[in-house]
């Protein structure tokens, strides 16, 4: 990866888009660190501290690199470009039109389901920022209340959310990769430094053993290998294609595979799954605490860190991934494009038979891509209970998408090194 990055920096046309992505990331990180007005920032960190860290507000407080619980301008961070993308994606499943629109359409097609992702994600803004005002309207976190000191704060969230989705649209133009991953990639990297302190402090401060930290570090090392080489695993299903005569000249007869990634769907189940499983404890944050009877025992069950909780997750985890699965992969649609192209599996007849082998082999991938997500999202939990530290109830999840960003801009570089060494030479 860091050579990768410094043969880059050495090319000129690549080191300007690598210096424009770092200044797009400074104004991010700059937007981050401004509170929106009228609101008790001091107040709000505390309560996010103390209540909502392991609730859906706390996942999306580390999206947001802590802005989230800092009220600033740029609170809602890419959330809801990534609901409005998911939105959008699903509609075009099941509404025809938009169908036709993105498979059909062309340049003209793709342009317009991105102008409705545009609006989408405003409108999203617009409603998460009004639920994040009457949240800090119920718990008294605002310094002025009134109806035009509500307009602001919320127009400032949507302002904000907007922004942020225009400065990764520049990073995917004019820098490297896709914008809004690297912006994640650089929020959850934020938190990294606290994150490194809060553990020496524990250790310092007799919490946590040094055998123990050790054993995070190493234990993280390991996760990491383990997610690089998943992330690069595919399934290759061999296809090869008939000999055409077409004239005197001779078409096809050539060896190629179909491949199938192992973690197909990516970070979204983790992130879904979550979002849904927290729910209880999100509800339970804004309700009295129970001190005894049958509230106490309901809060023993939505308990974060409890085995409920980490039950439900799993389940919800394989469910989604399976669920993401049957959006990217059409079993039917991809045996008859084999099958119109000339291309069969060796061992399987064209038609039906390919399409039930093919979704068997999608389905069994499927499985063990599920099972790995849930272990790396139920380490951390494991891990906290065992060593009674739970302060890495969403590693696992910012793991993933961290080295998942990495890995595809390094092959973003790659591919644009590769293309320039290609264009010399055609020069």
């Known amino acids: 990866m860091f050579t990768t990055l410094r043969n880059a920096w050495k090319i000129p046309e690549l080191r300007k888009k690598l210096l424009f992505t770092l200044f797009i990331l400074l104004i991010f990180r700059a937007g981050t660190a401004i509170p929106v007005p009228f609101v008790n920032v001091a107040l709000l960190s505390e309560y996010f501290t103390q209540q909502l860290s392991n609730t ?8 947001s690199g802590s802005a989230f619980s800092r009220a600033s301008l ?3 961070s890419i959330q809801p470009y990534i609901n409005a993308s998911i939105i959008i994606q699903l509609l075009t499943i099941a509404i025809p039109a938009l169908e036709r629109l993105q498979k059909e359409g062309g340049e003209d097609g793709r342009r317009k389901i991105a102008s409705y992702t545009r609006y989408a994600t405003v409108l999203l803004g617009l409603l998460m920022g009004y639920a994040y005002y009457v949240m800090l309207r119920n718990y008294s976190l605002l310094t002025e209340s009134g109806f035009l000191y509500g307009l602001v704060i919320v127009l400032s969230f949507t302002a904000g959310s907007a922004f942020v989705m225009w400065l990764g649209e520049q990073i995917t133009e004019f820098g490297i990769g896709n914008g809004i991953s690297i912006i994640l990639f650089a929020n959850i990297i934020s938190r990294l430094p606290s994150a490194i302190g809060t553990t020496i402090t524990n250790i310092l401060g007799g919490g946590m053993s040094w055998i123990a930290g050790v054993g995070i570090v190493v234990g993280m090392l390991l996760i990491i290998m383990f997610i690089v080489f998943i992330t690069n695993s595919e399934r290759r299903i061999p296809v090869q294609y008939a000999k055409r005569v077409v004239g005197r000249k001779v078409y096809g007869g050539q060896n190629t595979h179909l491949p199938i990634k192992v973690n197909m769907s990516g970070v979204m189940p983790i992130i879904f799954a979550q979002s849904i499983a927290s729910l209880p ?11 005894s009877g049958f509230g106490k025992f309901v809060a023993s069950i939505i308990d974060p860190n409890g085995v409920v909780y980490a039950v439900a997750y799993f389940i919800l985890i394989v469910a989604f991934s399976y ?8 079993p039917v649609e991809l045996a008859n494009n084999l099958k119109k192209n000339g291309g069969f599996v060796p061992g399987f007849r064209p038609g039906k038979p ?15 891509g599920a099972l790995y ?5 139920l380490l951390p939990i494991i891990v906290g209970n065992v060593l009674n530290y739970n302060a890495l109830s969403i590693g696992g999840t910012s793991v993933i998408i961290v080295v998942g960003v990495a890995l595809e801009t390094v092959k973003v570089l790659e591919a644009q090194m590769m293309m320039r060494h290609y264009k010399g030479f055609l020069e």
């Open 56 to 63: 859906v507000l706390g996942l999306y407080n580390a999206m």
């Open 281 to 291: 404890a999100t509800i339970a944050a804004f309700l009295p605490a129970a001190t």
């Open 373 to 377: 997500l849930a272990i790396i999202a």
């Open 354 to 368: 390919t399409a039930d082998f093919i979704h068997k082999v999608i389905s069994k991938i499927t499985l063990f």
């Open 74 to 76: 740029f609170a809602l």
């Open 323 to 330: 669920f993401y699965a049957a959006i990217q992969y059409n």
